[in-house]
């Protein structure tokens, strides 16, 4: 049997741009990627927390450095520069996967700056 878990998660960062007229997508900067192990073309679901709207897209890679979350087509409608969203990844695991199961948890500060990296699920200052 397998079990959907969270695989990986940039938490509170803010939305820097909303783009309506590029085709649908949520670019976020390489390094961010990087960091949170997530690849361009990969399936994401995007929490809104200002304003609770949640939305599946995929990743475009952005530009290194940049501190870029743009979120593009459609779903542009659903944010607005400055909101800050949950970006969640989620994967597929085995009863054997599971035993070495860590999940990523990379927080970022106001300016999309990673402030901690964590491999743990635990409630801390923003529970």
């Known amino acids: 049997m397998n079990i959907d878990m969270l695989y990986s998660k940039i938490h509170r960062a803010t939305v820097t741009s909303a783009n309506l007229h590029y085709q649908g997508s949520i670019t976020i900067d ?6 949170a192990k997530l690849r361009a073309g990969q399936k994401v679901e995007v929490v809104n927390i200002n304003n609770g709207e949640r939305f599946t897209t995929y990743i475009i890679k952005g530009r290194k450095g940049g501190r870029q979350i743009c979120v593009n087509g459609a779903a ?22 599971l035993k ?23 409630g801390g200052e923003y529970v």
């Not at 390489?30 to 960091?35: A, C, M, V």
């Not at 542009?76 to 996967?97: M, T, W």
């Not at 700056?113 to 635990?122: A, C, Y």
């Open 100 to 122: 070495n199961y860590k999940p990523i948890t990379l927080q970022v500060d106001e300016n999309n700056n990673i402030v901690n990296l964590s491999d743990e699920l635990k």
């Open 76 to 97: 542009s409608r659903l944010v607005h520069a400055g909101d800050r969203v949950i970006i969640i990844a989620y994967a597929s695991y085995n009863e054997n996967e």
């Open 30 to 35: 390489e390094i961010l990627l990087h960091k």
